[in-house]
């Protein structure tokens, strides 16, 4: 018998130790000593996340989570079962506090770099048990910032809890049928009854996952006016103490693309008490808080997604022999890994570049310009590395060839997974108009020229790295000219190219901030940044396209 050829699959290892831009990146931005003292959870991180999560992922594949509406005797129980690798996933967030370290905040403003480093290892392995926990940390911030101490001091310590047993997350429950991005039209209705509760009825049609405990919604107080100023923003407190849902029926499963681990559900809302978290209106800028925050997540994962495709592409490419050579070595299969290596580096530094301010931010230590940056950039971020996810995992697929597409090798659920980063949390076009209305509202644009700026400065006597710098300066300030060409146009003129010019503003600040990281590596004898930065640029980061409103009304008919 002839044993036929098996190709060895790709592999991981401990993804921190193997991950080419974290480290130097986290070198030039903490202190040794604070180094010294993150590196060992960053490294238990990696080891948990390549060496036992991901093979758990693999075992996992079929498994998804299954939702029994009623027991054997026709009680309704609303039990979802979540796959193994959600229970573990469960465990691993709490132990190693991928929500509780920003909170515990034992490192000032860098906590939250701290928190975000354990994101990016943790999300690729978590089969997106990484949305729920984007979620909790969204709720902890927003009952912080509306400076409710009753529910703070209540749910605060389970959702920062270190003890699996105490730990819970927290659901976003806003979308409804007509207002997944225009929240405002929501339908759900808020009454007190006879003793002041209130109570909630309405609709909630795509609800993060539905096991949590408690969640964050919006409902319109009777009486009260349409839109987003007319909504509150509510705590629910989903289970009572033997985990049954409280006045709610699950309808069901939401049947997705890809996040097929996630059980994101169909939900209604049954006179289901619920707590005020801040007024009787203004629900939309009330939630605004966890808006940001998951918004930031949906970014570190997108990066930390990026990196896990490159990673098993770069290893398959050791591994696969063909025409002669192993892919490695063949000329065009190493520029197609450059690229995927070039734009994953970008969405890192872009993605860091908005941790670090939102640490600034939380710790109270931000200036009023980079407050403006931070809100400017955090859409930004979101839609940029959304975009780049998905083109990142594809090529991976395409690396990898056949195998890439068969469902057994766990590669098409990069594909499938990565979709969905540019259309949660806000779509690329909302987005891209939410930057408009921040710059707007409250400026930023000429302030983040300045960052940029900044960036590059350092790259004078390195030709390449200085015309890299230059890019990404260019790039901006035609951002900034075609703002000003497009307002004084019109709104059309200005929705029609929101797009191109939030894509400009994301690449070309990831640029600056590599261009930045190249100049502290080349010092360290680490050329990869520089070959990174010099190599985005000349992707191109500047996305500005003409628009013509009326031939685009005649192509769609
Ligand atoms: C495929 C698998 C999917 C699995 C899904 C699982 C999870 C599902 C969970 C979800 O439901 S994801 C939901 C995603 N939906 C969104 O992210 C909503 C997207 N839409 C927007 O972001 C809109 O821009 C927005 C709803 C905010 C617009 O609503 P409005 O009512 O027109 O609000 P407006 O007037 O823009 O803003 C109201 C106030 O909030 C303003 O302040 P003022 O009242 O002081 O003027 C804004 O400045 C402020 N604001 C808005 N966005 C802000 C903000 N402030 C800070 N940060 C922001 N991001």
Same mark, same amino acid.
């Given at each position: 018998?002839?044993?036929?050829?098996?190709?060895?699959?790709?592999?991981?290892?401990?993804?921190?130790?193997?991950?080419?831009?974290?480290?130097?990146?986290?070198?030039?931005?903490?202190?040794?000593?604070?180094?010294?003292?993150?590196?060992?959870?960053?490294?238990?991180?990696?080891?948990?996340?390549?060496?036992?999560?991901?093979?758990?992922?693999?075992?996992?594949?079929?498994?998804?989570?299954?939702?029994?509406?009623?027991?054997?005797?026709?009680?309704?129980?609303?039990?979802?079962?979540?796959?193994?690798?959600?229970?573990?996933?469960?465990?691993?967030?709490?132990?190693?506090?991928?929500?509780?370290?920003?909170?515990?905040?034992?490192?000032?403003?860098?906590?939250?770099?701290?928190?975000?480093?354990?994101?990016?290892?943790?999300?690729?392995?978590?089969?997106?048990?990484?949305?729920?926990?984007?979620?909790?940390?969204?709720?902890?911030?927003?009952?912080?910032?509306?400076?409710?101490?009753?529910?703070?001091?209540?749910?605060?310590?389970?959702?920062?809890?270190?003890?699996?047993?105490?730990?819970?997350?927290?659901?976003?429950?806003?979308?409804?049928?007509?207002?997944?991005?225009?929240?405002?039209?929501?339908?759900?209705?808020?009454?007190?009854?006879?003793?002041?509760?209130?109570?909630?009825?309405?609709?909630?049609?795509?609800?993060?996952?539905?096991?949590?405990?408690?969640?964050?919604?919006?409902?319109?107080?009777?009486?009260?006016?349409?839109?987003?100023?007319?909504?509150?923003?509510?705590?629910?407190?989903?289970?009572?103490?033997?985990?049954?849902?409280?006045?709610?029926?699950?309808?069901?499963?939401?049947?997705?693309?890809?996040?097929?681990?996630?059980?994101?559900?169909?939900?209604?809302?049954?006179?289901?008490?619920?707590?005020?978290?801040?007024?009787?209106?203004?629900?939309?800028?009330?939630?605004?808080?966890?808006?940001?925050?998951?918004?930031?997540?949906?970014?570190?994962?997108?990066?930390?997604?990026?990196?896990?495709?490159?990673?098993?592409?770069?290893?398959?490419?050791?591994?696969?022999?063909?025409?002669?050579?192993?892919?490695?070595?063949?000329?065009?299969?190493?520029?197609?890994?450059?690229?995927?290596?070039?734009?994953?580096?970008?969405?890192?530094?872009?993605?860091?570049?908005?941790?670090?301010?939102?640490?600034?931010?939380?710790?109270?230590?931000?200036?009023?310009?980079?407050?403006?940056?931070?809100?400017?950039?955090?859409?930004?971020?979101? /839609? !940029?590395?959304?975009?780049? *996810?998905? =083109?990142?995992?594809?090529?991976? $697929? #395409? &690396?990898?060839?056949?195998?890439?597409?068969?469902?057994?090798?766990?590669?098409?659920?990069?594909?499938?997974?990565?979709?969905?980063?540019?259309?949660?949390?806000?779509?690329?076009?909302?987005?891209?108009?939410?930057?408009?209305?921040?710059?707007?509202?409250?400026?930023?644009?000429?302030?983040?020229?300045?960052?940029?700026?900044?960036?590059?400065?350092?790259?004078?006597?390195?030709?390449?790295?200085?015309?890299?710098?230059?890019?990404?300066?260019?790039?901006?300030?035609?951002? /900034? !000219?075609?703002?000003?060409? *497009?307002? =004084?146009?019109?709104?059309?003129? $200005? #929705? &029609?190219?929101?797009?191109?010019?939030?894509?400009?503003?994301?690449?070309?600040?990831?640029?600056?901030?590599?261009?930045?990281?190249?100049?502290?590596?080349?010092?360290?004898?680490?050329?990869?940044?520089?070959?990174?930065?010099?190599?985005?640029?000349?992707?191109?980061?500047?996305?500005?396209?003409?628009?013509?409103?009326?031939?685009?009304?005649?192509?769609?008919?």
């Amino acid at each position: 018998m002839v044993t036929p050829f098996n190709q060895p699959p790709p592999e991981l290892g401990n993804t921190y130790h193997h991950d080419p831009v974290l480290r130097p990146w986290l070198e030039r931005v903490f202190a040794r000593e604070l180094l010294e003292s993150v590196e060992p959870s960053l490294a238990r991180m990696g080891e948990l996340a390549g060496e036992e999560l991901y093979p758990l992922s693999l075992e996992d594949l079929p498994n998804e989570p299954v939702l029994t509406r009623w027991d054997a005797w026709g009680e309704r129980i609303d039990h979802i079962e979540l796959t193994r690798l959600w229970q573990r996933a469960e465990q691993i967030a709490a132990e190693e506090g991928v929500v509780a370290t920003a909170y515990e905040a034992k490192h000032g403003a860098l906590s939250r770099v701290h928190q975000f480093a354990l994101v990016y290892l943790f999300g690729p392995s978590s089969d997106v048990y990484a949305c729920p926990l984007a979620m909790t940390d969204g709720c902890a911030r927003s009952l912080l910032d509306a400076k409710n101490d009753a529910l703070a001091d209540q749910i605060l310590p389970h959702l920062l809890s270190r003890d699996p047993g105490e730990f819970w997350t927290s659901g976003q429950w806003m979308t409804e049928s007509p207002g997944g991005s225009d929240v405002g039209l929501s339908e759900t209705v808020a009454r007190q009854d006879e003793n002041g509760q209130w109570r909630l009825t309405g609709r909630k049609w795509f609800t993060s996952a539905a096991t949590s405990q408690v969640a964050l919604t919006l409902a319109r107080p009777e009486g009260n006016p349409e839109g987003g100023r007319g909504l509150a923003l509510f705590l629910v407190k989903a289970r009572d103490e033997q985990g049954r849902l409280i006045n709610i029926r699950l309808e069901r499963l939401k049947d997705k693309l890809g996040t097929r681990k996630l059980p994101t559900a169909e939900l209604w809302l049954d006179d289901t008490p619920a707590e005020l978290v801040l007024g009787t209106t203004d629900g939309v800028k009330n939630i605004t808080p966890m808006l940001n925050i998951t918004r930031t997540w949906n970014t570190v994962i997108a990066a930390g997604g990026m990196r896990r495709a490159v990673t098993l592409a770069r290893d398959y490419a050791k591994k696969r022999f063909a025409f002669g050579q192993n892919l490695e070595d063949k000329p065009l299969h190493i520029e197609t890994l450059a690229n995927m290596e070039a734009e994953t580096a970008a969405a890192f530094h872009l993605s860091f570049e908005v941790v670090q301010l939102l640490g600034k931010k939380e710790a109270g230590e931000i200036s009023p310009e980079e407050m403006k940056v931070w809100r400017l950039l955090t859409p930004i971020a979101k /839609l !940029t590395t959304g975009k780049q *996810a998905v =083109a990142v995992a594809s090529e991976a $697929l #395409e &690396a990898i060839g056949g195998a890439g597409y068969v469902e057994d090798t766990g590669l098409p659920m990069l594909l499938r997974d990565a979709q969905t980063l540019p259309i949660w949390e806000g779509t690329t076009n909302v987005l891209s108009l939410d930057s408009l209305r921040a710059i707007g509202h409250t400026g930023g644009a000429r302030e983040l020229l300045t960052r940029i700026e900044a960036c590059v400065g350092g790259a004078s006597g390195d030709d390449a790295l200085e015309d890299a710098g230059r890019a990404a300066v260019d790039a901006m300030m035609r951002a /900034l !000219t075609w703002l000003a060409e *497009a307002q =004084a146009a019109g709104q059309d003129t $200005l #929705e &029609a190219g929101a797009r191109g010019f939030a894509l400009t503003l994301g690449r070309s600040t990831a640029l600056a901030c590599m261009v930045r990281q190249a100049v502290y590596s080349s010092a360290h004898d680490d050329a990869r940044p520089r070959a990174a930065a010099i190599r985005f640029a000349r992707i191109g980061v500047n996305c500005l396209k003409p628009t013509d409103l009326e031939e685009a009304r005649l192509l769609i008919g």
